[in-house]
């Protein structure tokens, strides 16, 4: 329990409003950082009066990065556009993605409420945990065929057991005593559910989500490894076997940034749904 | 002294009682590793009794008050209430807990109308009892706030506010204001001996502090540990008392000691058994 008036720095720095120039202040810091490393990256692949201390063939210069998206925005990439690369990483992330929160959270709560269910799922989910999902690439390539089912599958592969599982610990790690509290009020089991357990296990829920974008995002360059002749991740791999360095970045940057998104969005709906978190 | 002994197990029947415990216990755990919380115990609590259980840490209290509210279930023995055994948590015994029990998804108001609505009630009834009871408590503007925003004292209002809007039969409270600061305690000690007045619910109260079990309590049931018993019972007049300086008065101050000598010996009992 916190008094409003005696809360930590770590909790004020999450009422953000209170504290404007704080946030301003680490924001310059933030644009500082990345000012920094631009500026490395400037200085390094010689974009001024020196000659390059790093050849463009190993790291390119911004300029050249830049040039070559519009490039690349232009002409597409090996037969395709830029867009439609893109558009089909697109695809297969946000259908495993999607897959895996609408089934993986449901399961990840049954598992949480029920014994039963849980003594079904939970060992074979802790037993694939482990497994390197890009070791079985093959396996999914020889049973699911070489389209996008596969790609699908490996993706989800490692980023289903996460969500599942975080949505079972968090549904256990809710306050026992605040589901008595709910009983005692007359509570059915149902609203014991849907008004306690559920709530208070989003922000776990979220916390799984929020770590898998990330493997998942990895998943995806293993996904297009072979098998394909599209995507964002396929074409920083074909590039790289020509050493085109250039086409290389400008993808990784994409991946970058739709990753970063990913988390941010993913972040905005977390200080929305659950501002009261970690509050207690 | 105002406070005089009784036989808190037999001086009403069954029939008479609101809650009666009967051959009570409860051993948690099995085999080596069991822990006596409670060995069999009787108790009788009438209705309107403001009961006080008192006593040092790890004799039972909480263990009392958890399968009172049907949390757990005795070893042996049965509780009852009205004479109808107790077997889950129910709505005619509400509890107010130490603290952070409080729903913090949702509103104050949101809380406190949880009752009404999880007990059958229209969003709208239940909106209009919550602020009633917001009102009685003095948090009607702070209806739309989160718990996390209300300072400790004004958190545990909500608890209880929560607790009475149901308008349980028999109100379970376990060191409700442990964590208060002193004057936010008597304060609000204030509010519920007033409460308990008006409204003459049965009220089971627990607390480390003699002086709040005086000043509150009609019967006091002072328990000691390992393994956890009644160690002696008591009827108290001060409970009853419109005296607002009641705690200073000589009867008080002697029973307060009558009390603490009472505890201590039987820590010096444990210290030769050990
Ligand atoms: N769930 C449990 N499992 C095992 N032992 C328990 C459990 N709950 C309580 N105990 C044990 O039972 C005994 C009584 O505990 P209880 O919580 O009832 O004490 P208490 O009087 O409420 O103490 P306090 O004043 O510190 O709150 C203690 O020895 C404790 O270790
Ligand atoms: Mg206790």
Redesign the pocket.
């Known amino acids: 329990m916190t008094d409003v008036y005696s809360q930590s720095e770590a909790v004020l720095d999450k009422h953000d409003e209170k504290r404007p120039r704080k946030r301003l202040n680490d924001l310059w810091l933030t644009l500082a950082t990345f000012s920094g490393l631009l500026a490395a990256w400037l200085i390094a692949t010689g974009t001024g009066p020196w000659d390059p201390i790093i050849q463009p063939l190993f790291l390119p210069s911004p300029a050249l990065v830049i040039q070559t998206f519009f490039q690349l925005l232009e002409n597409g990439f090996q037969g395709k556009s830029l867009g439609q690369h893109v558009g089909i990483s697109l695809y297969r992330f946000s259908t495993a993605f999607i897959f895996c929160i609408l089934i993986g959270v449901p399961l990840g709560l049954l598992m949480g409420m029920n014994r039963r269910v849980r003594a079904i799922f939970e060992p074979p989910i802790q037993a694939i945990r482990p497994v390197p999902k890009i070791a079985l690439l093959p396996l999914f390539l020889i049973w699911f065929g070489i389209g996008d089912l596969s790609k699908i599958i490996v993706i989800a592969a490692p980023v289903f057991p996460i969500i599942a599982i975080s949505a079972m610990q968090a549904v256990q790690s809710v306050s026992r005593m605040k589901i008595q509290a709910a009983q005692s009020l007359g509570a059915s089991r149902w609203t014991v559910f849907a008004r306690i357990v559920l709530p208070a296990s989003l922000p776990g829920i979220f916390t799984g989500i929020r770590l898998s974008i990330s493997i998942a995002v990895t998943m995806l360059v293993a996904a297009e490894l072979t098998a394909t002749s599209e995507g964002i991740a396929w074409m920083a791999l074909t590039a790289a076997e020509f050493l085109a360095t250039n086409i290389v970045i400008v993808a990784v940057v994409i991946m970058a940034v739709i990753g970063f998104g990913l988390d941010r969005l993913f972040w905005l709906l977390e200080r929305r749904i659950v501002h009261w978190s970690g509050k207690d | 002294m105002l406070i005089e002994p009784y036989a808190c197990g037999t001086h009403c029947s069954i029939e008479e009682a609101k809650l009666a415990f009967q051959n009570v216990s409860k051993i948690?755990?099995a085999g080596a590793d069991s822990?006596t919380?409670l060995t069999p115990m009787d108790l009788m609590v009438r209705k309107g009794d403001f009961l006080c259980i008192v006593?040092p840490?790890?004799?039972?209290?909480?263990?009392?008050l958890n399968l009172t509210a049907g949390f757990d279930q005795p070893t042996s023995g049965k509780i009852m209430i009205d004479g109808v055994e107790i077997s889950k948590p129910g709505a005619e015994r509400g509890v107010v807990f130490q603290q952070g029990a409080l729903f913090n998804w949702m509103t104050v108001l949101e809380n406190v109308a949880f009752g009404p609505r999880a007990t059958g009630h229209s969003a709208s009834v239940a909106r209009e009892m919550a602020m009633e009871t917001l009102q009685m408590v003095g948090l009607k503007d702070f209806a739309k706030k989160y718990p996390y925003q209300l300072s400790g004292g004004m958190q545990q209002r909500v608890g209880i506010a929560r607790a009475l809007t149901n308008d349980p039969e028999v109100l379970l409270m376990d060191?409700p204001f442990a964590a208060l600061d002193q004057q936010t305690r008597e304060v609000l000690l204030e509010e519920i001996r007033l409460l308990w007045k008006r409204t003459g619910k049965t009220i089971l109260w627990i607390t480390?502090s003699i002086e709040e079990a005086l000043f509150l309590a009609t019967h006091i049931v002072v328990m000691s540990p390992r393994p956890?018993r009644i160690r002696a019972a008591f009827q108290s007049g001060f409970g009853r008392s419109d005296d607002p300086l009641i705690s200073v008065t000589p009867e008080f101050v002697a029973a307060k000691r009558h009390i603490f000598e009472l505890l201590k010996s039987s820590q010096k009992d444990e210290v030769q058994i050990q």
């Not at chain 2, 840490?57 to 263990?63: E, R």
Request: hydrophobic content about 20%.
């Open positions: 948690y755990g822990v919380a006593g840490s790890g004799c039972g209290k909480t263990t009392l060191e480390h956890g």
